[in-house]
Nanobody
Framework: EVQLVESGGGLVQPGGSLRLSCAASGFTFSSYAMSWVRQAPGKGLEWVSG????????KYADSVKGRFTISRDNAKNTLYLHMNSLKPEDAAVYYCARYEEISPVDYASAEYSYWGQGTQVTVSS
C-alpha cells in the first residue's frame, strides 16, 4: 500500500521558516518524481514544486521561487520542502504527491497517482 505522510507544518510568523517532510512507503521512492502542492483556504490546488527521481531536475512555481527549496533523501524515502521568508499568502495545507509518470515532462501539469493527507502551514503574526 502506497503511503505518503507529511509532517512539519505549524504556525510561523511572516519572514519565518519551516521544513516540511513527506515520508513515503509502499513503492520504490527512488524511481519516481515527486511534488509539493498546496491549497489555501477557499482556493484551488496550486502546484508548488517538483523534483525528479535523482534530485537533479527541479522546478518551482513563480510564487515560491527563491524562497522554497525542494529536496529528497532516497535512502530515507523522504521528500522535503524547506520554506524561507514565509508570507501570509503561503498559508495553506501542503500536500506531497507522487506523479503518475515516473518522469513527467511538465511538473506543473502532470497528473498524480497518490497524495498525502496534508500538513497545515499558518503564517501569521
Amino acid at each position: 500500500e502506497v503511503q505518503l505522510v507529511e509532517s512539519g507544518g505549524g504556525l510561523v510568523q511572516p519572514g519565518g521558516s519551516l521544513r516540511l517532510s513527506c515520508a513515503a512507503s509502499g513503492f520504490t521512492f527512488s524511481s519516481y518524481a515527486m511534488s509539493w502542492v498546496r491549497q489555501a483556504p477557499g482556493k484551488g490546488l496550486e502546484w508548488v514544486s517538483g523534483i525528479n527521481s535523482g534530485g537533479g531536475r527541479i522546478k518551482y512555481a513563480d510564487s515560491v521561487k527563491g524562497r522554497f527549496t525542494i529536496s529528497r533523501d532516497n535512502a530515507k524515502n523522504t521528500l522535503y520542502l524547506h520554506m524561507n521568508s514565509l508570507k501570509p499568502e503561503d498559508a495553506a495545507v501542503y500536500y506531497c504527491a507522487r506523479y503518475e509518470e515516473i518522469s513527467p515532462v511538465d511538473y506543473a501539469s502532470a497528473e498524480y497517482s497518490y497524495w498525502g493527507q496534508g500538513t497545515q502551514v499558518t503564517v501569521s503574526s
